[in-house]
């Protein structure tokens, strides 16, 4: 079985065993399970599988600790925040080898999601929702106040597992919740390894994780002693867990599936723009929620600009950045990180000869002990193609063009997502009023991705219910109270 290999022995935390935390103690269970490497389809370390006595156990630490914890001033949750932002950067190394092992992320991508991680939690730390008084006259004061919700369950997708956890704990905990986090089956070793480093920070039962199968997410989000699910994954199970949440009304905010068009205008520098959106669209294999999923090329500039990106793909290094021995800095491509996805892009790749799909560069798989794909690009495939309506969550990008400004904003929102988009011009009032009738939760001008802990994220239609980060997303985890108190 491979482990992350260092000398992390030397250490507090050692990066080769992963277990639930339950009331402030490593457990593992009966029976464990394991997630396989992207590099080589060999299974990864042992991790609990763990069942509904888990749960019952973890929910039941968890509201035990909550009336302690929910007393407790912002400035000690933040401490507490800070300091764990502190420990992913003291085992920054041992991070990066964890994401290449389980994520298959080459350096720089691992760089990326660590700061992410540690980042998320230092600067939510700094944003309370503090009480609001909405009217003082000599008749009466009225108070908004925003009182934590109790037991929060955290549910992580596979691309963001350090990200994700971090994101989850420090809204939940700065408002004053518990939490327990699910990690993904496919990537659960980030989620298992930040939540036992939180035991030092946090007292038992505040910031707690339960790995397992799937079916560990339904019987989280149906039990009766949890107040509210953060769920980031799919759209389809982000529906499921919004049913199961009904039955007990727990509050829920769903951060979904995206199929984000980036509109490129005839107002832009081809040589800079084309190389840098090249890096922005193929990150992380482009199995990111935000990722650019349509390219819209004004026709004026399209040859251009297509030659150019397909120049840039081309200077790609798909590999094993970050595996067991040395690093390879010069590896900026990774596999793709599971069966299922490998499985649902290749699907992709069989539709290029059956629908008539002209390849503009890579355009086939090539043998790999892992899951690796060659970055592809697509040249103007009919604008109904299973490539341009659905997320392919993979290195496959379909690219467009387009003449009229009203009909590119119409294909644009033509989907029943609306996660984020972009608009790249040198002319800003253009870009503006195009970029303000883009149906979209995140909406950018010359950049894409670009989020951060203190502006709202979150989907319009059916990219999600809800935002997250800023004080709005740390308040989306409190109960709202006004409280009205009558002077005279
Ligand atoms: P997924 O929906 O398959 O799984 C997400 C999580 O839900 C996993 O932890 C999984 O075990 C759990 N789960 C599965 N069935 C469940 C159920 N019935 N009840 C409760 N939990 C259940 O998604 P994924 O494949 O892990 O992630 C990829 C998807 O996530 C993509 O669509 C991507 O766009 C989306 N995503 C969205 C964001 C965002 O912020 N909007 C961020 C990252 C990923």
Known sequence: ???????????????????????????????????????????????????????????????????????????????????????????????????????????????????????????????????????????????????????????????????????????????????????????????????????????????????????????????????????????????????????????????????????????????????????????HSSQVCLAIKRLYVHESIFEEFRDALVAAVKAFKLGEGVGEGENDPTVTIGPVQNEMQYERVKGFFSDIEKEGWKVAVGGTIDESPGYFINPTIIDRPKEDSRIVVEEPFGPILPILSWSDEDDVIARANNTRMGLGGSVWTTDLVEGRRIAEQIEAGSVWINSHMDVTPNFPFGGHKESGIGYENGLGGVKAYCNVQTLYLKKK
């Not at 269970?29 to 991790?47: F, G, Q, W, Y």
């Not at 699910?182 to 659960?188: A, I, L, R, W």
């Open 1 to 283: 079985m491979a482990a992350v290999t260092n000398d992390s022995s030397k250490k507090e935390f050692n990066f080769t065993t992963f277990q639930n935390v339950i009331n402030g103690e490593l457990k593992t269970t009966e029976t464990t399970r394991h997630a396989i490497s992207p590099h080589t389809k060999k299974p990864l370390a042992e991790v609990p599988l763990s069942t509904s006595k888990d749960v019952d156990d973890a929910v039941a630490a968890a509201r035990a600790a909550f009336p302690k914890w929910k007393k407790t001033s912002f400035e000690e949750r933040a401490k507490a925040l800070n300091g764990l932002a502190a420990t992913i950067y003291e085992y920054q190394q041992e991070f990066v080898k964890l994401n290449g092992y389980e994520l298959g992320a080459p350096v720089s991508i691992a760089e990326i999601l660590i700061h992410m991680g540690a980042g998320w939690l230092s600067e939510t730390a700094k944003l309370h929702p503090i009480d609001e008084v909405v009217e003082d006259t000599p008749e009466r004061e009225v108070i908004v106040r925003y009182l934590p919700l109790g037991v929060v369950v955290g549910i992580v997708p596979w691309n963001l597992p350090l990200h994700c956890t971090a994101a989850k704990i420090a809204a939940a905990v700065i408002a004053g919740n518990c939490i327990i986090i699910k990690p993904s089956p496919y990537t659960p070793y980030s989620g298992l390894k930040l939540v036992e480093m939180a035991q030092k920070f946090f007292p038992p039962g505040v910031v707690q994780v339960l790995s397992g199968d799937d079916s560990l997410g339904q019987l989280l989000t149906e039990h009766p002693g949890v107040d509210k699910i953060s769920f980031t994954g799919s759209t389809a199970t982000g529906k499921k867990v919004m049913q199961s949440a009904s039955k007990t009304l727990k509050r829920v905010t769903l951060e979904l599936g995206g199929n984000d068009a980036a509109i490129i205008t005839k107002n832009i520098d081809v040589a800079t723009i084309a190389p840098a959106l090249a890096g922005v669209i193929f990150s």
